[in-house]
């Protein structure tokens, strides 16, 4: 059987896939946590005999774009002899840290991220009290996900007065988005909202998406970037008005 690489970004419900799939072919379902255990320094043992199973079952590798280089180098060893009835199931956010000998023997499926309807569609199926409508106005586009989801209904259910006041908190943010300021910096940083989420209302600037891309990449301070996109958006308006 031939391995299945399993991609896509985080909270588009690659788990939930997996988990339905071995229900749905009624195989047992083995996890090694490729996340904690970069090197398999702890699991080779365990998929040695799991690879060997005379029995149908499914070797899911959570995060199997962490291991290490050597750690990836046993793991096609192990994909070149596994027994037939073994499904290697390869979990990953980015198939291309994956070493081409492992992907040129394996079949790809992507998952993209749920649209509002994919989660609205989940949540009266797995939390029918929920309150979709209320998940919709506080979540981001950006910011759709199975996860998400799950964590906003469990709030509703669980933490009714933390989860009210996580929605007049968003709404406050937006509500800033609409009309940023310079001189409310200090107020945005008071208000605890999240500086990334300003930045990015600003980015349709070219100048400016090249300085964020340099400062994300140095682990630089997001609010003191906002300070200075305010300022090169200042002066430069204030060129062209010249």
Known sequence: ?????????????KSYWIQKYAEQTQKQLFVCPCRKDRT???????????????????????????????????????????????????????????????????????MLSPTWNDLEAFLQR???????????????????????????A???????????????????????????????LMTYVKEGFHPERLIRSLMPHDRLLIDYGACTEASGSLWAFLGYAFYLLRTTTGREEE
């Not at 981001?140 to 989801?149: D, F, G, K, N, V």
């Not at 933390?162 to 929605?167: D, N």
């Not at 007049?168 to 409310?184: F, G, P, T, V, Y």
């Open 1 to 13: 059987m031939d391995p299945l690489i399993l991609t896509g970004p985080p909270g588009c419900g």
């Open 40 to 110: 398999l320094r702890d699991g080779r043992q365990k998929l040695h005999v799991w690879a060997r199973r005379t029995e149908p079952a499914i070797l899911w590798l959570e995060g199997a774009d962490d291991l290490t280089p050597e750690a990836q180098a046993f793991l096609r060893r192990i994909l070149e002899t596994h027994a037939s009835d073994v499904l290697f199931l390869l979990e990953c956010r980015d198939p291309g840290r994956l070493q081409e000998p492992i992907r040129s023997r394996c079949r790809i499926k992507k």
């Open 126 to 152: 797995s939390f029918p009290t929920s309150r979709p409508h209320e998940i919709q106005s506080y979540l981001l586009p950006s910011e759709y996900s199975y996860r998400r989801a799950i964590q906003c």
């Open 154 to 184: 469990t709030l509703q259910h669980l933490h009714s007065d933390t989860w009210q006041g996580l929605l007049a908190h968003r709404k406050k943010e937006k509500d800033a988005l609409s009309s940023l300021s310079a001189d409310q």
